[in-house]
C-alpha cells in the first residue's frame, strides 16, 4: 500500500493558511521527515497531523518558539513526555482561565443587552436605575453579579 501525498497549495487549501506559512514551517524545521520531489514538497499525513497540532497549539496561545520547542521534544521521544504533559498541562489551564474570564463578558454583555433594552422600551435609562433588584429578572440578576464579581 503506498503513501498518498498531498502537494503545498493543497495543504494549504486544506487548512486555509498561506503557503508561505507552511514553506516557514518547514524552514524552521517543524516538518522533519517531509518528502521532496521534483523541488516540490511531498506531504504525508504524518506532516498534516503535525500541521494540526501546529494550529492548535497556536489557537491555544503558544508561540511559535513553544512549538517549535514541543516538536523537537516529539523527536526526542519518550525521555521528553513528562515536557510535553507539563506544557499540555499548563495550556489547559490557561485556556481554562480564559474560557472563565470569556463567561464573565458573556455575562455583562447579557445584562447591558437587558439594561439598554428596557431603557428604551421605558424611555429612559433612569427608569432602569431606580428599579429595584425584586423588579429585575432573577437571569439578569445572575448575570449581573457574575459580570461584576471580582
Given at each position: 500500500m503506498t503513501e498518498s501525498?498531498?502537494?503545498?497549495?493543497?495543504?494549504a487549501?486544506?487548512?486555509?493558511?498561506?503557503?508561505?506559512?507552511?514553506?516557514?514551517?518547514?524552514?524552521?524545521?517543524?516538518?522533519p521527515e517531509l518528502k521532496r520531489s521534483g523541488g516540490q514538497r511531498l506531504f504525508s499525513e504524518t506532516e498534516l497531523?503535525?500541521?494540526?497540532?501546529?494550529?492548535?497549539?497556536?489557537?491555544?496561545?503558544l508561540s511559535l518558539e513553544q512549538i517549535a520547542t514541543f516538536i523537537g521534544w516529539c523527536a526526542e521521544g519518550d525521555t521528553s513526555l513528562a515536557a510535553r504533559y507539563e506544557l499540555f498541562c499548563e495550556q489547559k489551564r490557561k485556556l481554562k482561565e480564559q474560557y472563565?474570564?470569556?463567561?464573565?463578558?458573556?455575562?455583562?454583555l447579557t445584562y447591558k443587552q437587558w439594561y439598554y433594552k428596557t431603557a428604551l422600551e421605558a424611555g429612559s435609562e433612569a427608569a432602569v436605575r431606580e428599579r429595584g433588584d425584586d423588579e429585575i429578572p432573577a437571569d439578569i440578576l445572575v448575570a449581573r453579579s457574575a459580570a461584576y464579581r471580582e
Open positions: 501525498y498531498l502537494k503545498i497549495g493543497e495543504v487549501d486544506r487548512f486555509n493558511i498561506p503557503v508561505s506559512t507552511l514553506r516557514y514551517y518547514d524552514k524552521q524545521g517543524f516538518f497531523q503535525t500541521l494540526h497540532v501546529i494550529e492548535c497549539l497556536k489557537l491555544s496561545g472563565r474570564e470569556l463567561e464573565r463578558l458573556d455575562a455583562l
